[in-house]
């Protein structure tokens, strides 16, 4: 069974950095391609950023490019967000998912159905 859990989550203050991290089972955090996407009150969840498999791309959200960096620990076979010069229109839930099912090599996607496997989900408010 593939799982993922994210936490990290917090309060911040504009202009603040924070750490998200995803924890990973049943499956090596770099085998498939994986992302993480927000979904704020009322909004549509909306794709981050994402990582391909086999040393592939990654893609930016144009929103976050420059603020953000996606990196993968596999040894501790986590997936972390770096979120720095948070705003307040990064306020949302963060989940992070997994592209499991159909076969792809070093792509990535951020679609939210091209991914099988959800994290629950860490909550981010920037606010002063």
């Known amino acids: 069974q593939l799982q993922l859990v994210e936490s990290g989550g917090g309060l911040v203050q504009p202009g603040e950095s924070l750490r998200l991290s995803c924890k990973v089972s049943?499956?090596?955090?770099?085998?498939?391609?994986v992302a993480w996407f927000r979904q704020a009150p009322g909004k549509e969840r909306e794709g981050v950023v994402c990582i391909a498999n086999e040393d592939g791309i990654i893609d930016f959200a144009d929103s976050v490019k420059g603020r953000f960096a996606i990196f993968r620990d596999v040894a501790n076979n986590t997936l972390y967000l770096d979120m720095n010069n948070l705003e307040p229109e990064d306020t949302a839930i963060y989940y992070c998912?997994?592209?499991?099912?159909?076969?792809?090599?070093?792509?990535?996607?951020?679609?939210?159905?091209?991914?099988?496997?959800w994290g629950q989900g860490t909550q981010v408010n920037v606010s002063a």
């Open positions: 049943g499956f090596a955090v770099d085998y498939y391609p």
């Open positions: 998912a997994v592209w499991a099912l159909t076969p792809v090599h070093r792509w990535c996607s951020r679609k939210v159905d091209r991914y099988d496997y």
